[in-house]
């Protein structure tokens, strides 16, 4: 019996059913016949047979049933046009005038256009109701009105319609088809319907298999059927309800479109099963919540937080990465979004190596081998500006490495430190089997090869090689010329661009001839002149210059000569360092620690460009002389052990050079003439008129500034030997170096308070043994010299180089200038040593250097000062002969916001001092409200202060200045409310003022005298 072809049937199955047919002489269903062709004029079928051989002949298959004719779709009649008849055409008509006279411009149709009357038409206003809004109508009460009527019912199965098998018998051999259809599913188990089911989805395309699913009804739960028939092939799989009841939820009757139940939708609605890990020994599939943070498999989500979704695993929280790659090409912007930040966070943890122990790989790696780059860059292009952002951000997450960056940054002050190596990935060399054989001089170069190589091959092996390849660098123009992004965009982008500069000097060069790049970072982030700011942090960091754009100049700097002298003569960097290091930080209207950033990234700048040797020419140096010199200010106290060479050389060719102070051949003496001139007019103070002004020491001082050089070189002597040690290593005298082991590091070679060498050298060589006692002419030999120099040295720092020694304490500098009176019992006695301190003590008690001076802080290299000041003390009743220089130096820690310990120092041990401490009012340039304000509160002083007064020790004529500081805090004292523990004591003082019989203190205290009276 034959059989009809099967779907699983093979070509070499239907060969041999052809000829089984063949050799059983059957008749076949269908014959061939001649169908005449009416176009070339052949006979009919009779004519053919009366013996016509010649013409082409057709093959006709015709079917029992089956009409010659196919029965028309539409069997209305063929439609005519209503124009053709209205057109009437000659042959020798323009065909271009007939256009033109049929095409009617569009203002005779708009001219044409008449409005309807509606004057007569009804107008009907809406029903007033009570209710706020139109009742929504159901879907089920408005059946009838929108489907129609009710479709027949059709008997039989309605999973296959007929259509298409042509005869009138359509609906019988639908029938037929389904009664075998059944047949063979009830001949088959379950497994051989199974089977079927993959063979039929492994020969049909995935396309054909999901266009011919139709819907079949089944009772029993959960079943698998495959449904043959003649016209499609198609497997189902479909999840189906015993009852209502199994349903995830009930459905309502007036939910919307819930009239039809969709079972596949409803089985989202269930509980998903709590996480497990699977029954093998295979790892898992890695998956992140949106921080990066990686997700046990057994730890069990609330699903609030976002992490579930309907892809694979769904019962397990998190998103792998595979799914995030699909989610960065979503359609939907939030999921872009949040797929391009959360491989951000995951870069961001891999850098820091917290899958180490949990993954296996290499995360970034496997990120690579999947195609990061390539989307990143797609992302770039992203019309929407948050999607675009977040591509950035996760682009610098790739590249930079804030710990790399740091550590260089931190690095550079070492020697040789703005020295760095490429930061190239390991180089692989690849066989070329082209090149094998040929002449070198017909090898292709790296260059060419490296042109010919597609982009996905060179970001293979390069990352920032194929970024350069696929055009990155205009991108980011793009996005800050033209976007103008957030401000943390703009910062990874200018950090993106120091990494680009840092992969070698071929990509820096790529930087800079970047189309407008470098001339949109130097106008927008790098500005001439700017506003300040309005808000912390700004909205917007354009026109304002940024630290991080500094750094991009100096890593573009260090990646060749040629392209630091580009950046400073052709892009204009030379005239904004200039800007940027006149300038203090406090003077750039900017965010404190940015104004920092600023300030160090340019100095760096400068010393990237030096080590080239391009930095400004003579003429250039003259004009920013004093600039240079505080840089090397700043820089001497911070070399260390191995560098002595460099030290020396500072202090020989810059430091006390006369061309680097410029203020000293420019009017700066003059200035501060000037200036103190105009002070004294404003306080009405009067000095002693032997004193010499600052502004003629400042100009004794340049004068002597070779000498002054002489004396700090010969007291660092001893450093001689470290000194030619250093110069051999540093210059590269390579037979000459004993050991690459530097010296040990016990701090740097000078001290923060270097300038005060000499004077504190010379104390502890006399002033400590001796007690100082010694005098001058019994001091070493070139003692006062040496003094006079460093004095020199000092009062020129303070004035014109204040900055640059503001890391001493104004109490170390008190104490280290108090060795002008410990180390000799007349020092300070000699005219320059006293013009000079004069000079230095006026500056260090001006208003706003006083509120800075705190002596309860002891002062380095001392236990406290007051064990400085009780030398101060003694030494002034033994050697000070009433010197006014020396009684305002001991007046200075008597102030009342210090220690009441000083006071009780001089009223009490050495209260016989107040005999010859004369020192007026108009000399002191210390306020006197500074020692009057406010009221004396510790007893013991006040009954000092009162002794003292009483005993006649304290006179106005020997101590004017204390008299009055003394007189004040009693009469404070007395009139006070204080608390009941210091009664007893005023009410002494009150019984002894009316008991006095000094005619001065009664004519002071006229008043005490009577309150004393009273209460005795």
């Keep these: 019996m034959l059989q009809r072809p099967k779907p699983t049937d093979s070509e070499a199955d239907l060969l041999r059913e052809q000829e089984h047919f063949l050799t059983s002489g059957a008749p076949s269903a269908a014959n061939v016949v001649r169908r005449p062709d009416k176009r070339r004029g052949e006979a009919g079928e009779a004519e053919r047979d009366s013996g016509e051989t010649g013409g082409s002949q057709r093959d006709v298959v015709t079917i029992e049933d089956l009409p010659d004719q196919l029965p028309s779709l539409t069997p209305a009649p063929p439609k005519k046009s209503r124009f053709k008849a209205g057109r009437v055409t000659f042959e020798d008509e323009d065909a271009e005038e007939r256009l033109d006279r049929s095409d009617t411009h569009i203002s005779a149709v708009l001219s044409k256009i008449v409005e309807r009357d509606t004057s007569s038409a009804p107008i009907s206003l809406p029903a007033f109701t009570g209710t706020a809004f139109p009742k929504v109508l159901h879907r089920s009460e408005t059946n009838n009105q929108v489907r129609g009527p009710n479709p027949p019912a059709v008997s039989g199965p309605t999973l296959v319609s007929g259509q298409g098998l042509g005869g009138s018998d359509s609906s019988g051999e639908t029938m037929r088809i389904h009664k075998e259809n059944q047949a063979k599913l009830q001949a088959m188990s379950q497994s051989e319907i199974l089977e079927e089911q993959q063979k039929l989805l492994s020969q049909l395309g995935k396309q054909s298999s999901h266009s011919h699913i139709h819907t079949y009804g089944c009772i029993k739960r959960y079943t698998l059927f495959i449904i043959f028939t003649e016209v499609t092939f198609a497997p189902l799989c479909v999840c189906v309800y015993e009852s209502e009841e199994d349903l995830p939820v009930k459905p309502q009757k007036e939910w919307v479109h819930m009239d039809k139940l969709e079972p596949e939708k409803l089985e989202w609605m269930r509980d998903l099963p709590a996480p497990r890990r699977k029954g093998t020994k295979k790892a898992m599939q890695a998956r992140f919540d949106f921080t990066g943070s990686l997700i046990a498999p057994t730890e069990d989500l609330p699903t609030h937080l976002g992490l579930h979704h309907h892809g694979e695993e769904p019962e397990r929280a998190g998103y792998s990465l595979k799914e995030l790659f699909l989610l960065s090409r979503s359609q939907i912007i939030q999921q872009r979004n949040l797929a391009l930040s959360t491989l951000a966070n995951i870069l961001s943890k891999a850098r820091a190596g917290e899958y180490l122990s949990v993954l296996k790989g290499n995360m970034v790696s496997s990120l690579l081998d999947a195609g990061l780059v390539f989307l990143l860059r797609f992302a770039l292009d992203d019309s929407v500006e ?89 991108r980011l123009r793009y996005i800050l010329e033209v976007v103008r992004p957030s401000p943390r965009v703009v910062q990874d982008v200018l950090e993106i661009l120091t990494r680009i500069a840092r992969h070698s000097s071929s990509s820096a060069t790529q930087v800079l001839d970047c189309p407008r790049l470098m001339e949109t970072v130097m106008s927008e982030f790098l500005p001439t002149s700017w506003s300040p700011l309005a808000s912390l942090p700004p909205l917007s960091i354009y026109g304002l210059p940024l630290a991080s754009a500094v750094k991009l100049l100096r890593v573009l700097a260090t990646s060749g000569r040629h392209a630091c002298a580009r950046l400073l003569n052709s892009l204009g960097v030379r005239e904004r360092l200039s800007c940027l290091l006149s300038a203090e930080p406090s003077e750039l209207l900017l965010e404190p620690t940015e104004a920092l950033r600023i300030t160090t990234e340019a100095y760096r700048l400068w010393a990237v460009s030096a080590g080239y040797g391009q930095v400004p020419t003579e003429p250039e140096v003259a004009k920013h002389a004093s600039l240079y010199h505080q840089v090397a200010l700043v820089l001497l106290p911070w070399l260390l052990p191995g560098s002595e060479y460099l030290a020396h050389e500072l202090l020989s060719t810059i430091i006390f050079s006369k061309d680097f102070i410029s203020e000293g051949h420019s009017g700066g003496p003059e200035a501060v003439e000037l200036g103190e001139l105009k002070l004294h007019e404003e306080t009405q103070q009067h000095t002693s008129p032997s004193l010499q002004t600052v502004g003629a020491l400042l100009r004794e001082a340049c004068v002597q500034l070779p000498s002054i050089r002489g004396c700090f070189l010969t007291h660092l002597a001893h450093l001689e030997s470290s000194v030619l040690v250093s110069r051999d290593a540093i210059l590269g005298h390579n037979p000459w170096i004993k050991s690459h082991l530097l010296p040990e590091l016990t701090g740097p070679i000078l001290p923060l308070d270097w300038p005060f060498l000499p004077l504190v050298s010379l104390y502890e060589r006399t002033g400590v043994s001796d007690g100082g006692g010694l005098a001058v002419e019994e001091l070493p030999q070139g003692s006062l010299q040496a003094v006079t120099h460093c004095l020199q040295w000092l009062l020129l720092l303070e004035v014109w180089r204040e900055d ?213």
């Design 804 to 1016: 640059t020694i503001k890391a001493v304490l104004p109490v170390a500098k008190l104490a280290r200038l108090s060795c002008v009176f410990l180390c000799s019992s007349d020092l300070f006695l000699e005219r320059p040593v006293q013009k000079l301190t004069w000079g230095l003590f006026r500056l260090l008690t001006r208003s706003d250097k006083l509120d800075s001076l705190d002596l309860n802080e002891p002062p380095p290299g001392l236990a406290s000062f007051q064990d400085l000041y009780s030398a101060l003390l003694a030494q002034y009743e033994a050697v000070s002969f009433g010197d006014r220089l020396f009684g305002c130096w001991v007046l200075l820690p008597l102030q009342r916001r210090y220690s009441a310990t000083m006071r009780l120092a001089v009223f009490g041990e050495h209260v016989g001092m107040l005999r010859s401490l004369g020192v007026t009012l108009a000399q002191l340039s210390i306020p006197i409200e500074r020692f009057t304000s406010p009221p004396e509160d510790s007893l013991p002083v006040l009954r000092l202060y009162f002794r003292s007064l009483v005993t006649g020790t304290l006179k106005f004529s020997w101590c004017p200045v204390l008299y009055v500081v003394a007189l004040s805090h009693v009469n404070s004292f007395i009139f006070s409310q204080d608390a009941a523990e210091v009664e007893i004591a005023r009410h002494s003082m009150l019984r002894k003022i009316y008991y006095l019989t000094d005619e001065v203190l009664l004519s002071l205290f006229p008043l005490l005298v009577f309150l004393s009276s009273i209460c005795l």
């Design 386 to 474: 948050g999607v675009m952002s977040a591509a950035v951000h996760t682009l610098k997450a790739l590249l930079v490495s804030a710990e790399d960056e740091e550590c260089l940054d931190c690095t550079f002050s070492w020697f040789r430190g703005l020295a760095s190596f490429p930061l190239l990935p390991t180089a692989q060399e690849e066989e070329d089997e082209e090149d094998e054989g040929l002449d070198e001089s017909l090898k292709e170069t790296a260059k060419e090869k490296e042109e010919r190589k597609s982009d996905h091959d060179v970001a293979r092996q390069d990352v920032i090689k194929g970024l350069l390849k696929m055009k990155l660098l205009p």
